[in-house]
């Protein structure tokens, strides 16, 4: 397994504060496991279920929520239907200021989806 994304995102003071500001509002919704992959540092429930990944980029972090419908706000860059009630949508985040109540919403609805 290589972990070429966790250098990407943590290598950079900005966006690793935005990831250390994301991984702190997941961990007020209960346990998580980190599963570091090439392209990606996934957030998983204990049960195995994902709950986001997160992937650097030029300009700051783009995290890729797992929801259980599509979500409207326009922060939303892309969204795509995996199967029935099972939505990935991806939002950037280029600051801490960035991981506010919309977000810290949204996780929580995605570590809490069925």
Known sequence: MSDAAWPRITSDPGPAAVYEAL????T?????????RKSAVQVVRPDGAGVLAVYAD???LVVTLVTDRRHTSPR???AQQLSSGVWNQ???LTAVADVDDEVRGWLAASYHRR
């Open 90 to 92: 991806r939002v950037r």
């Open 76 to 78: 939303f860059s892309t």
């Open 28 to 36: 007020e919704l209960g346990p998580i496991g980190i599963r570091l």
């Open 23 to 26: 991984l702190a509002a997941v």
């Open 58 to 60: 030029a300009d700051g």
